[in-house]
């Protein structure tokens, strides 16, 4: 399986990549074997071409910030090859299950590393408005917006001034997708978008992250004392999360020694998802 080569630009590329087809489960296994136990370079090589399409897709979900698609590209694929470098075929799922996390990763670092607004994404309310702040899309009225931008507001725990002023920073610097691309400049970027419905491989690869998921963060809570776990549910997976005082009045202890619990417990669980590439899941 060759990689694609963009002789004709990265609509060439694009044309390439979608003429790729998944693997099956069968041989997928087989060479992601052979690359743990040998080091093979050409199954690396055939398991990284063929998840080129989800890649890609990755990337289009993240062209609201207006950064060439090409390089959204190459950053997802260099996540997906790190997470080859980490796959453990035995455990019983699909690399794209676990790939998907480090793609958006590397995608979502490079996006907010190359970001030349001031002060954009210093917080963690911030970071996440930035990453969502495409959602709220384009509307046929002005009564239609503001209710996605309250609901999006309500979601994140952000005002919704918060909201307006992000998506306008965002936009200051909005790629239109008529803009002509190629060599030729006869394609408009809008004709090398995706249709949004979920396709049959979009749907596999949902089912498999979402059966994974629970594993996988399950195992790495393994890895906490009960004080730690406790401290971890009640402060993130609640939906009422309790305060670091009411923690601290639980135990018996000062607000500051459950913070910093809270801390060691959080790194216990990073090295632990970062072993698994769903990081992710971890607050920022």
Not at 57 to 79: S, W
Not at 119 to 140: M, N, P, S
Not at 193 to 207: G, R, T, V, Y
Not at 209 to 215: F, K, S
């Amino acid at each position: 399986m060759s990689y694609p080569i963009a002789a004709s630009g990265f609509d060439g590329f694009l044309s390439q990549v979608r003429t790729i087809q998944p693997l099956s489960a069968e041989r997928e296994f087989e060479l992601a074997v052979k690359f743990k136990e040998t080091d093979d370079r050409e199954a690396a090589h055939e398991l990284v071409v063929s998840h080129l399409p989800v890649v890609v897709k990755v990337a289009f979900q993240y062209r609201f910030y207006q950064f060439p698609v090409q390089d959204l590209v190459q950053e997802g694929t260099i996540g997906l090859m790190k997470a080859l470098k980490r796959f453990d075929p035995y455990k019983g799922y699909r690399l794209v299950s676990f790939a998907i996390w480090w793609i958006k990763a590397y995608i979502k670092n490079y996006i907010l590393k190359s970001w030349n607004l001031v002060k954009l994404g210093t917080t963690q309310a911030q970071r996440k408005l930035f990453y969502r702040v495409g959602d709220i899309g384009e509307h046929a009225s002005q009564e239609s917006k503001d209710k996605r931008v309250k609901d999006l507001a309500e979601q994140l725990k952000v005002k919704e001034d918060d909201v307006i002023e992000m998506e306008a920073r965002v936009r200051a610097r909005e790629w239109s997708l008529n803009e002509l691309m190629g060599e030729d400049k006869e394609l408009e970027a809008i004709e090398f978008l995706q249709d949004p419905s979920p396709d049959q491989e979009e749907q596999i690869m949902q089912k498999e992250t979402e059966q994974a998921l629970p594993v996988v963060t399950e195992k790495a809570m393994e890895k906490l004392d009960p004080r730690e776990r406790f401290i971890i549910e009640q402060r993130f997976l609640e939906e009422s999360p309790w305060t670091l005082q009411k923690l601290g009045d639980h135990f018996g202890t000062t607000r500051e020694r459950v913070r910093q619990l809270e801390q060691r417990a959080l790194r216990k669980l990073r090295r632990e998802l970062e072993s698994s590439g769903a990081q992710a899941l971890l607050p920022a």
